[in-house]
């Protein structure tokens, strides 16, 4: 929806008052639709389909005709959003009104600027939400997040179900494109409020966009994402890139719940998550102290692909098996030795990167006939960084050695690089390799085998 040539329902008994508000309305370049009763209402809401209705409560000389009015506009559209006027206004009224699916209550006789403020408050609200809806199911499915499996994935999920449901702000930190949106709208849709927006913000923008902190907290004219997400959550990426200024704006709003423009004050009751990247370019040194503390009540750390290499096949197989939706291309399998260099790849773009390296391989691989993607048509950034992890397994190295020592020579090289594969973790290693847990833990002492240890794992399998 356009809101700039929206079509808006007015509906008053009032000849005048329906006249005012079209005429201060088709100036602004909105379509109108005029009605003076019930009927005049209903007939229009049915062949015009309004974008939004101004309704007023007293018609004629029925105090409840326009909640009357009001419950078969919802009937008609249950998502149209309906602004009450009245002269008669009261807390009683006005909160009965929102209770009965009214978005917003105007007291005659209202100020012009006010009317304006409202529309375009109104409107905009119902994009967003129409976009929201749009999105979800999307968003559902691209929750990566939740095929992983790693000890990781699992205890984040367990941390997200804790704070999910409290009010509290969230702190994410993670390495570069792993994607953590999508954990801040997991976070959102298994909250209360996952029926209101989820807006997001990279904080990026304010180092470069002289309007970054009109769009973030709003105009005397207009209204900002943080009022935008009101009622919901507003996820602010980069917030370590966030200008002074901006920080010092953000910070008097946390402290008192508004922050003073020019001529009006701006609420917002908005769930606050954030994330930094854990990068060399972070300017978290460079942050304030006050407004870290105040955002930081929960957080969360993501470790990088390759400190949970059991999660890197999860995600291939999940891109593969959207491939067609995502890039247009059938989905095909990988050859076991493909996964063998895609598991033991470092992966520095992380999640992202396995999305394009997923694509890349397709497209190398659309010339042939064969449903599987063996390991030249992969890209050569994962042939030539796996090199080297595979030289040690080279034939050429045993050949001078007698069986025996050629035998420990191998299976020490061996069971490093799969241990190193599974980041440490000697159950899933056993288990990949078919032995049991407790045969690979002498195996590994008796032959020396260093390897990398994973915290999460070592300390798990205590």
Known sequence: MNTTNAKILIIDDDAEVRSLISGVLSDEGYQT???????EAIS??????????????WIKDDE?????????LKNINSELPVVIISGHGTIDIAMNALRKGAFDFLEKPFVIDRLLLTCTRTLEFHKLKTENNSLKNDRLCSDIFSVCTSIFANSIKSTIDKIANSNSRVFIKSPVGIGVDSIAYRIHKHSSRKDCNFVTVNCMASSYSKSFDDELFGTDKSYGYLEKAAGGTIFLEDIDKLSVDSQRKLLMFLQSGKLQLTSRNIYSDVRIICSTTDNESSKMNEFSPELFYRLKISEINIPSLTERREDIIPIIN???SRSEELFNLKPKQFSEKAL?????????GNIHQIKNIVESSLINSSDSNSSQIDETMLPNELTVNTKDKFESLNIAKFITLPLKEAKECFESDYLKAQVNRFSGNISQTANFIGMERSALHRKLKALDVQYMKNPRHHKSEK
Do not use: H, R, T, V
Not at 44 to 57: G, I, Q, R, T, W
Not at 64 to 72: E, H, P, R, V
């Open 33 to 39: 639709y005029l009605a003076a009763n019930e009927q």
């Open 44 to 57: 229009s809401a049915k062949s015009n389909m309004p974008d939004l209705a101004f309704l007023d409560l």
């Open 64 to 72: 409840s005709a326009g909640f009357k009015i009001l419950d078969k």
């Open 318 to 320: 999940w891109y593969m």
């Open 340 to 348: 063998a260099i895609l598991q033991a790849y470092d992966w520095p």
